[in-house]
């Protein structure tokens, strides 16, 4: 990480009020994706890390039992819990939690993130995503920057500065490693995509 996770957050802080306006098609293409490949049912949990101002969250939480969400900034929780507010949606949670320490121990069917993996370095994503492991979803849906080929530092999804994107490759094998199966692959621009991830979880038979 090449930010402290306060420097993070004071930053999301500021952009909280103006986050959704400021994010180019790329980004809502891609949230939209998550949203789809997620696909909740009536009896399902859904953790979303990440949650910034609730794009996800919100547009889950109609058809999912349950929606936590989680994330650094106090200011971008607010914008997510005005929005549910307006919407009249009572099934959502929002509180600060980290990649590594969601602050979440209950039930996980489904988990969810756009565009917020790519502050952690390389080895922080293994182990963010070993937490995610531990919570036994079903199916873990991640879109965020990555590199599907080589990265260009030029390009407009990645801010030296601040992003630490990983190739699609090393996100795959630590999907994998953490005993994920890679079922899809969506790439939306040379440094977007989104993965979909499902494990299948022990029957009662066996």
Same mark, same amino acid.
């Given at each position: 990480?090449? %930010?402290? !996770?306060?420097? *993070? @957050?004071?930053?999301?802080?500021?952009?909280?009020?103006?986050?959704?306006?400021?994010?180019?098609?790329?980004? *809502?293409?891609?949230? =939209?994706?998550? #949203?789809?490949?997620?696909?909740?049912?009536?009896?399902?949990? &859904?953790?979303?890390?990440?949650?910034?101002?609730?794009? #996800?969250?919100? $547009?889950?939480?109609?058809?999912?039992?349950?929606?936590?969400?989680?994330? #650094?900034?106090?200011?971008?929780?607010?914008?997510?819990?005005?929005?549910?507010?307006?919407?009249?949606?009572? =099934?959502?949670?929002?509180?600060?939690?980290?990649?590594?320490?969601?602050?979440?121990?209950?039930?996980?069917? #489904?988990?969810?993130? =756009? /565009?917020?993996?790519? *502050?952690?370095?390389?080895?922080?994503?293994?182990?963010?995503?070993? &937490?995610?492991?531990?919570?036994?979803?079903? %199916?873990?849906?991640?879109?965020? &920057?990555?590199? /599907?080929?080589?990265?260009?530092?030029? $390009?407009? /999804?990645?801010?030296?500065?601040?992003?630490?994107?990983?190739? &699609?490759?090393?996100?795959?094998?630590?999907?994998?490693?953490?005993?994920?199966?890679?079922? @899809? !692959?969506?790439?939306?621009?040379?440094?977007?995509?989104?993965?979909? @991830?499902?494990?299948?979880?022990?029957?009662?038979?066996?």
């Amino acid at each position: 990480m090449k %930010k402290t !996770v306060e420097e *993070h @957050a004071a930053r999301f802080d500021e952009q909280a009020a103006d986050y959704d306006e400021s994010k180019p098609d790329e980004y *809502h293409a891609c949230a =939209n994706l998550v #949203i789809e490949h997620a696909g909740p049912a009536g009896d399902d949990v &859904v953790l979303d890390l990440g949650t910034g101002t609730g794009a #996800i969250a919100l $547009a889950l939480a109609p058809d999912a039992k349950r929606v936590v969400g989680r994330d #650094i900034s106090e200011g971008m929780m607010e914008e997510a819990q005005e929005k549910a507010d307006e919407q009249g949606l009572e =099934n959502l949670e929002f509180a600060y939690g980290t990649f590594r320490e969601p602050e979440y121990d209950g039930p996980a069917d #489904i988990v969810t993130s =756009n /565009f917020a993996m790519h *502050h952690l370095s390389d080895e922080e994503k293994r182990e963010a995503i070993d &937490v995610i492991a531990a919570l036994e979803p079903r %199916k873990f849906v991640l879109g965020d &920057v990555m590199f /599907f080929g080589e990265p260009d530092p030029d $390009a407009p /999804f990645y801010g030296p500065e601040v992003d630490d994107p990983a190739t &699609v490759g090393v996100l795959a094998d630590a999907l994998t490693d953490a005993g994920f199966s890679l079922t @899809a !692959v969506e790439r939306v621009h040379d440094q977007v995509g989104v993965l979909v @991830a499902e494990r299948r979880r022990a029957s009662v038979e066996e």
